[in-house]
């Protein structure tokens, strides 16, 4: 496969099977349709989006309610591996498209292109609504509420607010600080999820729980239970796809989105196991049972009294990756929108860095908004 071909030779045949010529021709009238992207972000860059993207709230809460099912420690960690396996095979398909159609904008791009421009609207209508600004007011209410917790102070609605005002302004100026943000809160994130690991394999007082095959496990991954439990993991896994919405701006996509998609998401696998391994190991399977704040439960088993606040604090710290990441890949949807539809042409509006400030603050408003309407509960369901 030929990583340095240019995006239309990228999309012929010989490359990839299932890219045809009519994905050949979409490329080409792409380029000519669409102004030149500028495109500063590298490898590492994008990796540290889908990364943050991946890794929420979804993992520290989960696993209560798999284990009420499933008891078998092997089949608990084959449903991480089995949801990873999937959205590894997503991050492939979408590795590919970005590759063929080398623009920002995510589904938006994708079915404008391939199918027609009325789907693509939809998704991208979607994108900006239930997509990004619905998690990102998620986030931003957990972060509030686990820095009052860990913190005993403040008042989590207006700590939702500030989060995702200071985290906006970072990526309002250009992407040079945008993504130095967005590496540098992605890489706290994971330090602080590896010390939170490391310290659970250390502790000396361990659960009596095998993560090798045993006889019966077959049975327990073969089943309804197993399979409703692959639910939550799912949902743990969604973000896989981030670097695809900001394709327009990252270099070489042809290269690079794939190579971020992949390795983004193979190390949230790794690190998706260890981590569920580690609450296993650490604390009595009937004290997760049922429950949501798994997190927090095991960090008083690892660290002690104050485990709790220490869990939280890496979970509240954590969320701030997640909220850049939606903060900084959103809006590039509303902005391909704007290029290719008059009505909406105001989103489309750069400024002198490239940065889609209008798109921007559309969505910080609708963020503000969900804040404003809905609880923590509305937003999840």
């Not at 990228?10 to 030149?36: Q, W, Y």
């Not at 104050?306 to 701030?320: D, E, F, N, P, Y």
Request: net charge positive; with cysteine; hydrophobic share 50%.
């Amino acid at each position: 496969m030929n990583f340095n071909a240019t995006a239309k030779e990228f999309a012929s045949s010989h490359n990839f099977g299932i890219v045809d010529s009519t994905m050949t021709a979409i490329a080409e009238r792409l380029s000519v349709k669409s102004p030149r992207p500028r495109r500063t972000i590298g490898f590492i860059t994008a990796s540290c989006i889908v990364i943050a993207n991946i890794i929420g709230t979804g993992i520290f809460t989960s696993l209560g309610f798999q284990v009420a099912e499933i008891q078998s420690g092997f089949a608990l960690l084959m449903l991480w591996v089995v949801g990873g396996l999937a959205a590894l095979c997503g991050a492939l398909c979408y590795g590919e498209l970005s590759a063929a159609l080398p623009r920002s904008g995510g589904e938006y791009q994708f079915l404008s292109q391939i199918y027609h421009p009325a789907f693509g609207f939809m998704a991208g209508f979607v994108s900006a609504t239930v997509g990004f600004a619905a998690p990102i007011a998620l986030a931003a209410m957990a972060f509030g509420k686990y820095f009052t917790g860990v913190f005993g102070t403040g008042s989590p609605l207006v700590l939702s607010f500030v989060v995702v005002w200071v985290v906006a302004a970072f990526h309002l100026g250009n992407l040079q600080v945008g993504s130095a943000f967005q590496n540098i809160s992605t890489l706290v994130k994971l330090l602080l999820i590896g010390a939170l690991i490391a310290a659970g394999f250390c502790i000396q007082s361990k659960q009596p729980i095998s993560f090798l095959p045993a006889a019966g496990d077959t049975i327990s991954i073969f089943n309804g239970s197993f399979a409703i439990a692959l639910v939550y993991v799912m949902y743990s896994y969604s973000g896989w796809n981030a670097a695809a919405y900001i394709t327009g701006e990252i270099k070489r996509p042809e290269r690079n989105v794939p190579r971020a998609l992949l390795v983004g998401t193979g190390v949230v696998i790794v690190v998706y196991v260890l981590l569920n391994a580690v609450f296993l190991v650490t604390t009595p399977a009937q004290e997760l049972r049922g429950q949501l704040e798994v997190g927090l439960i095991a960090g008083k088993h690892i660290f002690g009294s104050t485990g709790g606040r220490i869990a939280g604090a890496v979970i509240c710290l954590g969320l701030i990756s997640s909220i850049s990441s939606m903060t900084w890949i959103g809006p590039r949807v509303t902005m391909s929108m704007g290029e290719d539809h008059w009505l909406l042409r105001l989103l489309g509006r750069k400024n002198r860095h490239g940065i889609p400030r209008n798109a921007i603050i559309l969505q910080l408003l609708i963020v503000n908004l969900l804040l404003f309407t809905r609880s923590f509960e509305d937003v999840v369901r």
